[in-house]
């Protein structure tokens, strides 16, 4: 009788001609699953704090390009920084342009004063500034009265940094409301600094007006100079009226000066009545002699002959000398210019 064969427990491993046992299985495809879902198991992201300090520290601790819109709490820092940080890797300057142009094209008109008190205080400070000076001008284009009321809010000594961005703008494109904006000004050194940009950008436009507004300003150098300085431009184009405005000066330097400069100008179109204005109005002296040879040399330039017969009159004296000499020394150039073409 044959014995039965013993009965294989599945624990008792692998059988010499068996594979590996049901758990030596079993615990392979658990460390393989283990393995996989290892590998595969996304690794944790760190999340990036807002950084603190100025938006010129913030490109040494953003370690990723991806990561650099999350500087600063304050939407207005993370967006100046943005623009900082491309500006400062562009070297280019029409590129730097387009990101400036860009960026202020993306800021509505709601919130230009927003942008405007946060710029005071931002840096890198050159940045901030020239984008200060071009929002209130672009502020100004758009809403001039917006933009002047938001200044007249201000501190004088701030008015006074942005003040000329928003006239400029103004006057070029309003100039009456410009002007009348600049006399309601309370401070009296804001307002003198307002009208003296008005004047100066509608000199050439309305010399009158100019005019007019240099006359509300305080005595001095700057305001002898804008009168002087209308009353030419005025020359160039009615000089007739711009010599009855100046005789109404009184008597002074400062009409003598004036005067001197309108008969100069006058002197390129009508020559024989600028040195008779020269003449009749101007006393004796440096003032006079200055401009009779300043008219002679401009008329010797069209009419040597008359401008020669003219001087031939005056008296004897230093200042016939004088520009009788200048007459001859303007014949010898204009002599060698046409004889070889060169002075």
């Known amino acids: 009788m044959r014995r039965p064969a013993p009965t294989k427990k599945v624990n008792d491993g692998p059988s010499a001609k068996g594979g590996p046992s049901l758990w030596f299985c079993l615990a392979v495809a658990v460390m393989l699953t283990l393995g996989i879902g290892h590998l ?42 943005v623009l900082a940080r491309d500006f400062e890797r562009e070297s280019t300057p029409i590129m730097r342009e387009d990101m400036i142009a860009a960026f202020l094209a993306s800021i509505t008109a709601d919130e230009m004063p927003g942008w405007l008190s946060y710029l005071q205080s931002a840096t890198p400070v050159e940045l901030a500034q020239d984008l200060s000076h071009r929002l209130i ?12 009321a938001w200044i007249a809010t201000l501190p004088p000594n701030q008015q006074s940094a942005m003040l000329d961005d928003v006239v400029i703008v103004w006057a070029n494109n309003d100039p009456t409301n410009a002007m009348n904006w600049a006399r309601s000004l309370p401070d009296s050194a804001v307002r003198g600094q307002a009208l003296t940009s008005v004047a100066s950008e509608t000199i050439r ?24 300085r209308g009353a030419m431009q005025w020359a160039s184009v009615d000089a007739a009226s711009a010599v009855a405005w100046v005789e109404q000066i009184p008597a002074g330097d400062l ?17 024989v009545a600028a040195a008779n204005l020269a003449l009749k109005n101007l006393p004796p002296g440096r003032s006079l002699d200055d401009t009779v040879i300043s008219i002679v040399q401009r008329w010797a330039q069209r009419e040597p002959e008359a401008a020669m017969a003219w001087v031939e009159q005056f008296p004897v004296g230093p200042l016939r000398e004088t520009a009788v000499e200048n007459l001859l020394a303007l014949s010898r150039n204009d002599s060698i ?3 070889d073409g060169r002075k």
Request: aromatic share 6%.
């Open 40 to 81: 595969t198991r996304p690794a944790a992201v760190k999340k990036t704090e807002p950084l603190a300090g100025t938006a010129t520290d913030w490109h040494s601790a953003v370690p990723h390009e991806r990561e650099r819109e999350s500087f600063f709490e304050d939407p207005q820092a993370n967006r100046f920084a």
């Open 337 to 339: 210019e046409t004889t």
């Open 255 to 271: 009409r003598n000066q004036t005067l001197s400069s309108v008969a100069i100008v006058w002197s390129a179109s009508e020559p």
């Open 137 to 148: 001008r672009q502020w100004t284009d758009a809403t001039p009265g917006k933009a002047s």
């Open 205 to 228: 436009s309305q010399p009158l007006m100019a005019l007019e507004i240099a006359l509300d300003l305080p005595s001095g150098q700057q305001r002898d100079d804008l009168i002087q």
